[in-house]
Nanobody
Framework: QVQLVESGGGLVQAGGSLRLSCATSGSIFNIADMGWYRQAPGKQRELVGRITSGGDTNYADSVKGRFTISRDNAKNTVYLQMNSLKPEDTAVYYC???????????WGQGTQVTVSS
């Protein structure tokens, strides 16, 4: 069974930083684009950003300039560095591995991020 294991969530004050991690197996990591999504209470899950297997990134407008996605190929891990956090960033954050070519679409269990004002 494929696993995406997330870590790094927590409670932080507005303006603070957190780094989320998502680890998976090498067989998945090497072929998949890795994404971060979030879902706030009462809202739909939304894309935060994505990094392709080749290292290209894209971000939601709401997080551009504040969040950075990176991947460590040696550790099969993708990171979400979140700076200048705002209360509206409060959500459960999910890691996703996606490959249309290889029919891969896996999700992590989610990690809670709470930003206090």
């Amino acid at each position: 069974q494929v696993q995406l294991v997330e870590s790094g969530g927590g409670l932080v004050q507005a303006g603070g930083s957190l780094r989320l991690s998502c680890a998976t197996s090498g067989s998945i990591f090497n072929i998949a684009d890795m994404g971060w999504y979030r879902q706030a209470p009462g809202k739909q899950r939304e894309l935060v950003g994505r990094i392709t297997s080749g290292g290209d990134t894209n971000y939601a407008d709401s997080v551009k300039g504040r969040f950075t996605i990176s991947r460590d190929n040696a550790k099969n891990t993708v990171y979400l560095q979140m700076n200048s956090l705002k209360p509206e960033d409060t959500a459960v954050y999910y890691c996703n591995a996606l490959s249309v070519t290889y029919r891969v679409n896996y999700w992590g269990q989610g990690t809670q991020v709470t930003v206090s004002s």
